[in-house]
């Protein structure tokens, strides 16, 4: 099945409960511990989806659209200031599986301009070990020196 274009997916097992995983993808303190700096998070529907990274200026935000505890999560995304990709324009969705004692993770990452997907991409293949990592009770692989929000 051939997924619509302009889509980023990724498919992860992480040897962690779903509990554990959804806990650091929606509690601020958890999620800076393996993404951003200072997050603020009020995972329910219509509540804020906002996280600084390594700057002011670099600045996710949107709105959380659905929460199921333990197994979904999916928000609206984009950079503050940013006019190719603002805030709200594209949307992530989390779906968790358990597996084993373990999670299957599937992200998609829709709604993004062709030329921001590659810059995401790259971005989610360095967050994403970095969840796998603290989930599963390591310290997270060193942060890079800068995110690129202008793509």
């Known amino acids: ?7 980023i997916e990724k498919v992860i097992t992480i040897d962690a409960s779903p509990e554990t995983v959804f806990r650091l993808l929606t509690d601020p303190v958890q999620y800076v511990t393996w ?4 997050a603020e ?3 329910r529907r219509g509540g804020a989806f906002r996280v600084e990274f390594g700057s002011a200026k670099d600045i996710a935000a949107g709105k959380y659209v659905e929460v ?4 979904r999560v999916v928000f609206t995304w984009g950079w503050e200031g940013n006019e190719m990709v603002p805030p709200g324009s594209s949307t992530v ?3 968790l599986q358990p597996m084993g004692s373990g999670t299957r993770l599937r992200l ?7 030329e921001a997907i590659a810059s995401h991409t790259e971005g989610w293949d360095y967050f994403l070990p970095r969840l796998v ?3 599963e009770g390591r310290p997270a692989r060193e ?5 690129d929000a202008t793509t």
């Open 41 to 43: 998070l009020e995972p």
């Open 143 to 147: 942060a890079p020196q800068h995110t």
């Open 68 to 71: 199921v505890r333990d197994r």
């Open 108 to 114: 998609v990452h829709r709604g993004l301009p062709q």
């Open 1 to 7: 099945m051939a997924l619509e274009p302009k889509v």
């Open 93 to 95: 969705e989390i779906d």
């Open 133 to 135: 990592d603290v989930a």
């Open 35 to 38: 993404k951003g700096r200072l």
